[in-house]
């Protein structure tokens, strides 16, 4: 099993939760994020010198996937959140060693 986490514009993410939906993908935790890339924020400008405003706003998905939907998941979030343009995010893959489902006792890929 794998865990999934992706930083997507946040214009993006119905589009890739209708995706991941229709191939299969049942639940995920989606949070709203703020940070910086090789974009750095915006910047404004008054009276002549030029100012950060801050971090920009994005959406984190993170799934747990089987080894065999990681492919699907991975392409799906690809296809849907790519703009082409600096700022469309990152995909994190990592190994997950166990998971357990509080109310059934459930252990492994039955207790997803």
Do not use: C, W
Not at 23 to 48: A, C, N, W
Not at 62 to 88: F, H, N, R, W, Y
Request: net charge negative; proline share 3%.
């Amino acid at each position: 099993m794998k865990k999934i986490e992706a930083i997507i514009r946040t214009s993006k993410f119905e589009d890739v939760y209708e995706a991941l939906a229709e191939i299969g993908i049942p639940f995920m935790s989606t949070y709203d994020v703020k940070g910086f890339g090789l974009e750095h924020g915006s910047s404004q400008v008054y009276r002549g010198t030029s100012y950060n405003v801050g971090f920009i706003p994005r959406t984190k998905i993170e799934l747990i996937a089987t080894d065999e939907q990681v492919d699907p998941v991975v392409s799906t979030i690809l296809k849907i959140a790519t703009t082409g343009k600096v700022g469309d995010g990152k995909i994190f893959i990592m190994d997950v060693e166990e998971v357990i489902r509080i109310r059934t006792g459930e252990i492994g890929e039955t207790a997803l």
